[in-house]
């Protein structure tokens, strides 16, 4: 969290967990209909979306830079050769609205499009006691898609998308006293206003596949937060920070990939492409603080971009009839600039391999598998930090952040082995990896006193994450259907400096050798979905996860959760009604911390703030099919 919602994605233990001043270069994909949204979650929902994609590990040959940890793909639906068109409308306790509509069908008979809208509203779960409102970490969502395919021969399809997104959120999560009631007077938001589009090129010929791909995307973001959670009445004090960022982007991705069986001994399939991606970023920023002794505003502006450039190939070769060999590599130069209004300047120029080697054996019904590939993320500059250091800094900050000025790239080696079994009723895959990072970047706070907090990331030395994996699913009878994943992780820090502020002055402390923040040992989900009659399912799911450290930077911990989620579905012909719950035990539980000192009446001590998750929601949904 951190956000209105869960912006920022770990996937394997690997991710990020928040963004203020500094560029974000994600460790962790999001591609939606061929436009890259990295680093900006927001536009992530589910509404009219056919197929997701998670892919695990790094994904450096396909996907690059973005993707040293993972991929999450989404594809929406796409026009239909026929008319059709869906009605749907939800609600729920805390206010919640949910209203979505869909038309799709053919305009001639080569050209179809489809047009998808959504619109959701809740109040949230917060309760403002110092402002009297419901409403202040509210959510505000609207979702706009629309298709278009046209193909003018047997052998040549055109896709054009366009999409926009409209959030609206209101971000007033924490409070001084740890529950859904706050106090703060100038509660924050967390706004996004996204527009987009991708034209798609594929021609097919005898023997190859020619596929070009096309993106642009400029997005307008909007952060901002009550510093002191509190107001002046109760407090004395009252400060807040605004980050506005304005940021565009284009892409193209052109490969040409081989046509033909790829099922028998000798049999061969290969791909090669090239991606071009530039990314422009300009920060304002706005902060202020406010006491007895008068109002101190500030402010800071940064931009930032960034050219990387890809050539990329792969290969797959069957060298028995039941063992394939798979190859493939990805060389990307990625040059950046970065400037800002305290006179840092930074333009770090460097170029990284990735790629990943695997070999397949099957048997009957079953394929095993190994795997061995590297990913890489570029560095960058930790501008934020810098930009506090003025005349009035300790000279032990001053050294410290010295050093850190620019971080360096990271790279990533992951050892995978498994399993897949295919059956009718039965399906299952057992993974087992081990990754290794090298120059890895974690992120970590510094304290400007008596109050004044910078992050920063800093390379650690290494890092290890080593876990093993299980997914199956199971269809015990015609009426009963069971799907469960299960997972456990072992992470590790490498040599890790940080700030121990329950020392004074903060000492230097290192962390190495701890788990990574955000990285449970164990996760699971269990989905039950039984079919009561031929019209009236039942569906039943239980998630949970171990306890796990919300920072590098300290020692503050979750606690292990559970939750269960329920639907009861009927659905007649063409409509569809159910009831729903989430969480539906009401399980309180904690989805982002801190630790340090913020209450005044406490007299600053030290000690942790939480962020609580979803408390239980309660709804209905009809949906109708034209």
């Known amino acids: 969290a951190g956000a209105s919602r869960g912006r920022f994605v770990q996937i394997r233990g690997i991710g990020e967990r928040s963004q203020f001043k500094d560029p974000l270069d994600a460790s962790v994909g999001l591609i939606i209909d061929g436009i890259d949204f990295t680093g900006i979650g927001l536009t992530g929902t589910l509404f009219d979306i056919r197929q997701i994609e998670i892919h695990r590990g790094p994904q450096g040959t396909a996907f690059g830079s973005n993707a040293m940890g993972g991929l999450i793909l ?4 796409t026009p239909s050769d026929i008319f059709e068109s869906d009605l749907s409308v939800g609600m729920g306790n805390y206010g919640d609205l949910d209203l979505g509509a869909v038309i799709s069908g053919p305009i001639s008979e080569n050209l179809s499009a489809r047009l998808a809208m959504q619109h959701y509203k809740s109040n949230g779960f917060i309760k403002n006691g110092f402002l009297s409102k419901n409403d202040t970490n509210d959510f505000d969502e609207q979702t706009f898609r629309a298709k278009i395919r046209w193909r003018p021969s047997d052998k040549t399809q055109v896709s054009f998308t366009a999409s926009s997104y409209d959030t609206n959120n209101g971000y007033d999560a924490f409070s001084l006293e740890n529950t859904r009631r706050t106090d703060s007077d100038e509660p924050g938001h967390d706004r996004q206003q996204s527009n987009a589009f991708a034209i798609n090129f594929v021609n097919e010929s005898a023997s190859i596949i020619l596929d070009a791909n096309l993106f642009r995307e400029e997005t307008d973001l909007e952060y901002g937060f009550d510093w002191d959670w509190s107001n002046l009445a109760k407090s004395n004090i009252r400060g807040g920070e605004n980050n506005e960022r304005e940021r565009d982007s284009v892409g193209l991705d052109f ?18 492409g090239l991606y071009s991606y530039r990314k422009n970023v300009d920060l304002y920023y706005n902060d202020h603080w406010e006491d007895d002794w008068g109002l101190y505003p500030s402010s800071f502006r940064s931009s930032f971009s960034t050219k990387r450039l890809s050539f990329y190939s792969e290969f797959d070769w ?5 063992l394939s060999f798979s190859g493939g590599a990805r060389w990307e130069n990625y040059d950046n600039s970065y400037s800002d209004s305290a006179g840092v300047n930074s333009n770090p120029e460097d170029s990284s391999w990735g790629g990943r080697f695997s070999i397949k054996y099957a048997h009957n019904d079953l394929i095993f598998y190994g795997a061995i590939s590297q990913g890489y993320k570029a560095g960058g500059i930790n501008g934020q930090a810098a930009a506090g250091v003025d005349t009035g800094t300790a000279p032990e900050i001053v050294s410290f952040l010295s050093q850190r000025l620019e971080f360096q790239s990271e790279s990533l080696h992951s050892f ?4 897949r079994r295919y059956q009718e009723r039965l399906s299952w895959s057992l993974s087992v990896f081990h990754m290794e990072r090298k120059n890895m970047q974690a992120k970590a706070w510094i304290l400007f006193p008596p109050a004044d907090w910078k992050s920063y990331l800093d390379n650690v030395d290494d890092g290890t994450n080593t876990g093993l994996e299980v997914d199956l699913t199971f269809q015990a009878s015609d009426n009963l259907a069971l799907t469960a994943s299960f997972g456990l992780l072992d992470t590790k820090l490498g040599k890790l400096t940080v700030q ?3 020392t004074d002055p903060p000492q230097a402390v290192d962390k190495a050798n701890r788990e990574q923040a955000h990285a449970p040992s164990y996760q699971y989900s269990i989905s039950v ?6 019209a009236v399912s039942l569906n039943l799911q239980l998630e949970g996860k171990d306890k796990f450290y919300f920072s590098n930077g300290h020692d503050i911990q979750s606690d292990s959760m559970q939750l269960m989620h329920t639907r009861l579905q009927y659905d007649l012909e ?4 159910s009831i729903w719950g989430r969480n539906i035990f009401n399980e309180k ?6 630790y340090f000192g913020n209450n005044p009446l406490k007299e600053w001590v030290n000690e942790p703030y939480y962020q609580l998750g979803e408390p239980r929601v309660l709804g209905i949904t009809a949906q109708v099919h034209f």
């Open 529 to 534: 979905n039984y079919l009561i009659t031929e």
């Open 416 to 419: 995978e082995v498994g399993l």
């Open 574 to 577: 063409q409509y569809e009604f």
């Open 500 to 502: 121990d502020i329950d």
């Open 255 to 272: 490969r040409v990939s081989s046509k033909g069986k790829f099922e028998n001994r000798n049999d061969t399939s290969w791909v090669i």
């Open 318 to 322: 069957f060298l028995l009839d039941k």
């Open 589 to 594: 539980y904690k989805t982002r911390g801190f």
């Open 74 to 77: 989404l594809e929406s639906n």
